[in-house]
């Protein structure tokens, strides 16, 4: 059990607009999607048929070459750092090969999100049910995946559509990656992980978040342990020291349930910090539930 701290009311992020388009293949994105690579492979290896629920699945396929990335410039220090990177660790090459692959093994122009990973790891008996509530993104995210027999697209609040759609026996993978525009993300993760692993004991998630202060990092983490049932293990990428609470200075991935990645998520954590950031580090360690 992590040390209590007192209670606070999580705030929105304070960055730039967090539609993604600003935001693709910034360091963040390069710890989650090298994560869920490494997850999906551990899955997808051997097994019955999965069922993967993301809540916040996005537009699936960023241009990197469009006004938001050009005028964030997070994908020029984050994703083509790393593919210019001469001594990445391994745990990273089922990244740097999709994103090599989506852009025909020429120029990065274009940024994989989850959806197209998951769609592209995805066994023939496997299914996929990507969440997304605005609908210009979703019916982007539609079009990009439309035409695959096991995969279906929801323009629906991605919170109630994982409880929803969770079956209540079998493997499920439910992927939590929320745009922290409102002040009860945090709650809502929590409320919805719990109702998951109420209707299905074994159910798998990955959530992340993003680093701010540690005192809403603990608070959450508090709940988690309180409300959620499952062996958990946290995994921190801090960029820079945690001296401004009003920027997102690293990200936190927590695996819920989950095989044993901590070495691979060593890996990537720590290469993001030390390659990429100024003064950071990285951190994993487990969660006891109460």
Known sequence: MRTPVPARSPKPLDALNYRHAFHAGNFADLVKHAALLSLLAELTAKGPPLTIIDTHAGRGLYDLGGPEARKSGEAEAGILQLMRAKDPPPELARLTGQVSAVNGGGAIRSYPGSPWLIAQALRPADRYVACELRPDEHEALRVILRGRPNVRTL??????????????????????????????????????LAAVRRRNRTAQALVWLPIKDLETLDAFLRDLEDEVAAPMVVAETRMRP???????????????????????????????????GAGGGARIYPLAPQ
Do not use: H, S
């Open 155 to 192: 323009c629906v609040d991605g919170y109630a559509a994982a409880v929803k759609e969770c079956p209540p026996t079998g493997r499920v993978l439910v992927l939590i990656d929320p745009p922290f525009e409102q002040a009860d993300d945090y709650d809502r993760i929590v409320r919805t």
């Open 242 to 276: 945690l001296a401004d609470p009003m920027k997102m200075n690293g990200c936190a991935l927590v695996l819920v349930g989950g095989p044993d990645l901590e070495a691979p998520l060593a890996a990537i954590c720590g290469w993001v910090a030390q390659a990429l």
